[in-house]
């Protein structure tokens, strides 16, 4: 019985033979949804079951007014205890890299390893998206009906035309704020979302860093190895914070060495 909390919106895809497997899931990050980490998810079907998600007010979940990373960590392990597999690897980009961090602590049981795609436990404060919401708001105030009349609107306060593609994604002229995902809650809880509380979790998490970007700094490693005894960090160059996105074939070699380290050490041990 799922009790009368809300499941979050999701895809899983079982693999109809390796059932020992862990389950990945994928977990998007801010103003994304369960089709921004897909490029990376396929790659993987072929030999494992695989779970992508909308997280709340994201894509097709749920919107509510309350967002921080228990209210997030918890609608996962919901979904996470609902679906009964026996073991998950959790791979989230950003938002979605703190989230996973946060299951992992609460549930230890249920996660076998992390993979955080540049994202650190650590408070970010502003950084950077007071020009994205700025760009969303004027949209919805001008309440246009199509993608290219939004566009002119995201260019006057964002210069990066990819940012503005990724934005355009969510666009949806059926929506009062004219986006997928709820924008006041997110603007609202926005601070609180690059906020951060630390943990322990004594699982093998992999970073992976885009080499331009500055969300994982030299100056991060302390905090990432008291939280995170068990890590290790992978750099991409030439990509930024999308790496999944700008680098999609590294994201996933990464990944899949990652993954291998277990097979290979069990192979040994037996």
Known sequence: MISNKKLLNFEFTPHAENTNAPV?????????????????????MG??????????????????????????????????DHLNCHKYVLIGHSMGGKTAMKVAAKRPDLVEKLVILDMAPVNYGEHG????????????????KTRQEAKPYLSAYIDDVSV???????????????????????????????????????????FIKGGNSD???PSYQKAILDQFPKAKAFVIQGCGHWIHAEKPTFVI??????????NASEKREN
């Open 47 to 80: 030999k494992y079951s695989v779970l992508r998600l909308d997280l709340r007010n994201h894509g097709k979940s749920f919107h509510t007014e309350e967002m921080n990373y228990d209210r997030l960590s918890e609608d996962v392990i919901l979904l996470l």
């Open 164 to 206: 503005q593609q990724f934005m355009l994604k969510s666009f949806d002229a059926n929506m009062p704020e004219r986006t997928r995902f709820h924008l006041s809650a997110l603007e609202k809880n926005y601070l609180t979302l690059m906020d951060w509380t630390p943990i322990y979790v004594d699982i093998p998490t992999l």
């Open 253 to 262: 070699r990464a990944i899949a060495r990652f993954l291998n380290e277990n």
């Open 129 to 144: 998206h007071r020009e994205i919401f700025s760009a969303l708001n004027a949209v919805k105030e001008a309440q246009v």
């Open 24 to 44: 990945l899931v994928f977990i998007h990050g801010l103003f994304g949804d369960l089709n921004n980490l897909a490029v990376i998810a396929r790659e993987f």
């Open 215 to 217: 969300y994982i700094l």
